[in-house]
């Protein structure tokens, strides 16, 4: 379905929630979305259909069109708002990417969360953002239920129908079929490939204390095994996305990897064993912004994780990070990450974090040579 499909009323009635609500789950195909004009069955390289708007002239990122410019962002609190969706429109990215607490659910009422859905979906700015440009999304925490759930979480299966109606996933896609949201794709022609992994670290994660004590599971089984395939697969630039900050383990009021410091190894470990290369983790969650960075961590090269969150929201603390790269931003009015591409000899990915004017107030930059094993 294409940005230009969007339907004139994305409202939802209230009979159609109450009703919806009584059957335990409500269908939201009708509302605004964005993210299935990208979806396409299994985990296959992406056959976008065209698209209007975004940069004039500008092919849409495919097989054979490489990603330039990608934006990303979690933590939309409000989602009548959202200043900051205009801001991101502007900077003219290929590419949109919803990193989790897209909505605040924080509920078990289906149709609660539909009414959040229909919010987000009926906001002005969402809806130009969508057509402006393709997007992908995972969840977190409050988009998948309630705020820190893993697979305690009762309706998860009637959640996950919500978010794949919302995001316009195909009827053929993979995750109609299979447990989670997890998903990969790849975009761009050889040497110009950009491989993006959503991870689900929801659906199937154990209690976050039995983590600590090294017990439990972030991914479940079936999703490391599809992780430890799909980064064998051929890419130059790979973004591997986490609704929780992999790399800082320092801050345990909030949640990261290193609740499961098993699994953040076997993370790490997979990376390397795979001789995975171009390896760049995105993370949100925060409500701030931070460059983190772990020596050496993938093999023969380091662990970025570059932590955009706050859409609309920030945390006045300093909170505390050892591995943290430069400082922490925290201001109000927002912000969001953007990843650049130059896709050169030796090609580079410039990380930044843009504040609610726009202008880069983070910012690094890796050669693909840094990112070898």
Same mark, same amino acid.
């Given at each position: 379905?294409?940005?230009?499909?969007?339907?004139?009323?994305?409202?939802?009635?209230?009979?159609?929630?109450?009703?919806?609500?009584?059957?335990?789950?409500?269908?939201?195909?009708?509302?605004?979305?964005?993210?299935?004009?990208?979806?396409?069955?299994?985990?296959?390289?992406?056959?976008?259909?065209?698209?209007?708007?975004?940069?004039?002239?500008?092919?849409?990122?495919?097989?054979?069109?490489? +990603?330039?410019?990608?934006?990303?962002? %979690?933590?939309?609190?409000?989602?009548?708002?959202?200043?900051i969706?205009?801001?991101?429109?502007?900077?003219?990215?290929?590419?949109?990417?919803?990193?989790?607490?897209?909505?605040y659910?924080?509920?078990?009422?289906?149709?609660?969360?539909?009414?959040?859905?229909?919010?987000?979906?009926?906001?002005?700015?969402?809806?130009?953002?969508?057509? %402006?440009?393709?997007?992908?999304?995972?969840?977190?925490?409050?988009?998948?239920?309630?705020?820190?759930?893993?697979?305690?979480?009762?309706?998860?299966?009637?959640?996950?129908?919500?978010?794949?109606?919302?995001?316009?996933? /195909?009827?053929?896609?993979?995750?109609?079929r299979?447990?989670?949201?997890?998903?990969?794709?790849?975009?761009?022609?050889?040497?110009?490939?950009?491989?993006?992994?959503?991870?689900?670290?929801?659906?199937? /994660?154990?209690? /976050?204390?039995?983590?600590?004590?090294?017990?439990?599971t972030?991914?479940?089984d079936?999703?490391?095994?599809?992780?430890?395939?799909?980064?064998?697969?051929?890419?130059?630039? /790979?973004?591997?996305?986490?609704?929780?900050?992999?790399?800082?383990?320092?801050?345990?009021?909030?949640?990261?990897?290193?609740?499961?410091p098993? !699994?953040? !190894?076997?993370?790490?470990?997979? +990376?390397?064993?795979?001789?995975?290369?171009?390896?760049? +983790?995105?993370?949100?969650?925060?409500?701030?912004? !931070?460059l983190?960075?772990?020596?050496?961590?993938?093999?023969?090269?380091d %662990?970025?994780?570059?932590?955009?969150?706050?859409?609309?929201?920030?945390?006045? @603390?300093?909170w505390?990070?050892?591995?943290?790269?430069?400082?922490?931003?925290?201001?109000?009015?927002?912000?969001?990450?953007?990843?650049?591409?130059?896709?050169?000899?030796?090609?580079?990915?410039?990380? @930044?974090?843009?504040? =609610?004017?726009?202008?880069?107030?983070?910012?690094?930059?890796?050669? =693909?040579?840094?990112?070898?094993?």
């Amino acid at each position: 379905m294409s940005g230009d499909d969007l339907p004139r009323d994305s409202g939802i009635s209230r009979r159609r929630l109450l009703a919806g609500a009584a059957a335990g789950v409500v269908a939201v195909t009708g509302l605004a979305a964005g993210g299935g004009a990208l979806a396409a069955p299994g985990d296959k390289k992406a056959k976008p259909q065209p698209k209007k708007g975004g940069a004039k002239g500008k092919p849409r990122p495919g097989k054979d069109t490489p +990603i330039e410019r990608l934006a990303f962002g %979690a933590c939309l609190y409000n989602s009548a708002r959202g200043q900051i969706l205009d801001v991101i429109r502007e900077a003219r990215p290929d590419f949109m990417l919803w990193m989790g607490d897209n909505i605040y659910a924080d509920t078990e009422d289906m149709a609660e969360m539909a009414r959040k859905y229909a919010v987000l979906g009926d906001n002005p700015r969402f809806r130009k953002l969508w057509k %402006a440009c393709p997007s992908m999304a995972m969840w977190d925490d409050h988009d998948f239920g309630k705020n820190n759930a893993g697979r305690e979480y009762a309706r998860k299966k009637e959640s996950k129908q919500l978010f794949l109606d919302f995001w316009k996933v /195909r009827r053929t896609d993979i995750r109609r079929r299979r447990d989670g949201i997890y998903i990969a794709r790849t975009f761009g022609p050889p040497g110009k490939d950009l491989q993006l992994i959503l991870l689900d670290g929801r659906t199937f /994660r154990t209690s /976050r204390y039995a983590g600590r004590k090294g017990r439990g599971t972030m991914l479940g089984d079936a999703q490391w095994g599809w992780l430890e395939r799909t980064l064998r697969e051929p890419a130059t630039i /790979r973004l591997l996305c986490s609704g929780i900050q992999v790399v800082n383990t320092d801050y345990d009021r909030w949640e990261s990897w290193g609740d499961f410091p098993h !699994e953040r !190894e076997r993370l790490f470990r997979t +990376i390397r064993e795979a001789r995975a290369e171009g390896v760049v +983790i995105l993370s949100g969650d925060m409500h701030h912004a !931070e460059l983190s960075r772990d020596p050496g961590a993938l093999g023969g090269y380091d %662990a970025w994780d570059l932590t955009a969150a706050g859409l609309d929201q920030h945390e006045k @603390e300093q909170w505390a990070n050892a591995r943290r790269v430069g400082d922490v931003y925290n201001e109000p009015g927002g912000k969001f990450g953007m990843v650049r591409f130059d896709w050169g000899d030796d090609p580079t990915v410039h990380l @930044e974090v843009r504040d =609610r004017k726009g202008e880069v107030v983070i910012a690094k930059s890796l050669a =693909r040579s840094e990112l070898r094993q």
